[in-house]
């Protein structure tokens, strides 16, 4: 499985934006997915992660009520809806997944697939 993650972009703070990480090669249901995010001069963190059948869910704190993530199995694809962007939120974002994981794991160490990473830049 490769993952290929789009849709970053400059936003205005307050706005929203829409990130999508397609899964190719075999089919993602049995996967648990998550993304991550670093900025300039920090360490990667966990942003958002979604179960393998996609009824659970877990958010970093600081994301918490403004950010969802939503997979659509049958399009292989995971989405990021990131909402009232701050200049905090000025990183690049990574969607990452692992085969079997029946757990959301905060850790970037347990995840073993990765995409590219795409840049957000949000402005004041």
């Known amino acids: 499985v490769q993952l290929q993650a789009s849709g970053g972009g400059l936003v205005q703070a307050g706005g929203s934006l829409t990130l999508s990480c397609a899964a190719s090669?075999?089919?993602?249901?049995?996967?648990?997915v998550a993304w991550f995010r670093q900025a300039p001069g920090k360490e990667r963190e966990f942003v958002a992660g979604?179960?393998?059948?996609?009824?659970?869910?877990k958010y970093g704190d600081s994301v918490k009520g403004r950010f969802t993530i939503f997979r659509d199995n049958a399009k292989n694809t995971v989405f990021l809806q990131m909402n009232s962007l701050g200049p905090e939120d000025t990183a690049v974002y990574y969607c990452?997944?692992?085969?079997?994981?029946?757990?959301?794991?905060?850790?970037?160490?347990?995840?073993?697939?990765w995409g590219q990473g795409t840049l957000v830049t949000v402005s004041s």
């Open positions: 090669g075999r089919t993602f249901s049995s996967y648990a």
């Open positions: 990452a997944a692992r085969n079997g994981l029946s757990m959301i794991s905060t850790s970037e160490s347990w995840y073993d697939l």
């Open positions: 979604k179960s393998r059948s996609g009824s659970s869910a």
